[in-house]
């Protein structure tokens, strides 16, 4: 049977673990925790069915819960979420999309985490020389109202080989381009969350198609691809 919903169960098992989050504990309600995973992952496929609809995109990727504590500070050994992601398929089709469940702090996201150091310059070069295809996209009504303004780190001046006083600036500054929107506990669990989230990547689309045309096109419009 489709899982379209997520339930109130996950939610508060969610907060027993960040009460609990020891491996002893974990041990103990692993059973509970594998019934419960199965219905994200169920949920995470019957999104996908809903996304290939409009975009083409990789099988959805679950993440694990375990932590990856090698190299941090944090030792704590789960994470307090789930989450899972769409990369987007085939080499003309840049970004991805990603969602976060957690009580109190659930959202989609989608975009560019972690440009490398050539596609960021690259995006820099476009907007430097013509700024107002991505303003425009940005500026759309549907845009503002799902996810407000771009976020992502910035740099405290301007990146090198730009001019400070470039008056596409603001824009240049970036070094990740994401698109944001944060849900409520009550939104998550409501019964029409899955087409809310499929939503929320179809209007995410524009931004990625952008960033996708000038990602794997030269300075000249000439495909790279």
């Known amino acids: 049977m489709k899982q379209t919903t997520i339930q109130p169960e996950l939610f508060q098992f969610l907060k027993e673990l960040a009460a609990n989050n020891n491996?002893?504990?974990?041990?103990?309600?692993?059973?509970?925790?594998?019934?419960?995973?199965?219905?994200?992952?169920?949920?995470?496929?019957?999104?996908?069915?809903?996304?290939?609809?409009h975009d083409m995109v990789e099988p959805v990727k679950i993440y694990r819960i375990y932590r990856d504590v090698r190299?941090?500070?944090?030792?704590?050994?789960?994470?307090?979420?789930?989450?899972?992601?769409f990369a987007r398929a085939t080499a003309l089709r840049r970004g991805s999309y990603f969602f976060n469940l957690e009580p109190g702090n659930s959202f989609v996201a989608g975009g560019f985490w972690g440009p490398n150091k050539e596609d960021l310059k690259r995006v820099r070069v476009e907007i430097s020389a013509d700024a107002q295809s991505l303003r425009d996209i940005i500026a759309q009504p549907v845009?503002?109202?799902?996810?407000?303004?771009?976020?992502?780190?910035?740099?405290?001046?301007?990146?090198?080989?730009?001019?400070?006083?470039?008056p596409d600036i603001d824009l240049l500054r970036y070094k990740q381009y994401l698109v944001i929107r944060k849900f409520t506990?009550?939104?998550?669990?409501?019964?029409?969350?899955?087409?809310?989230?499929?939503?929320?990547?179809k209007n995410m689309r524009p931004f990625l198609d952008y960033m996708s045309d000038v990602l794997t096109t030269d300075e000249n419009g000439v495909s790279l691809v």
């Open 185 to 201: 506990d009550e939104e998550v669990l409501a019964k029409d969350f899955l087409q809310t989230l499929n939503q929320s990547f």
């Open 23 to 53: 491996r002893e504990w974990f041990a103990e309600h692993k059973p509970r925790f594998q019934e419960l995973d199965k219905a994200v992952k169920a949920f995470g496929k019957a999104l996908e069915e809903e996304m290939l609809k």
């Open 71 to 85: 190299f941090s500070k944090n030792k704590l050994p789960y994470k307090t979420n789930r989450g899972g992601g």
């Open 143 to 166: 845009f503002k109202e799902t996810f407000g303004d771009l976020v992502g780190q910035q740099l405290k001046t301007a990146p090198r080989d730009f001019p400070k006083d470039h």
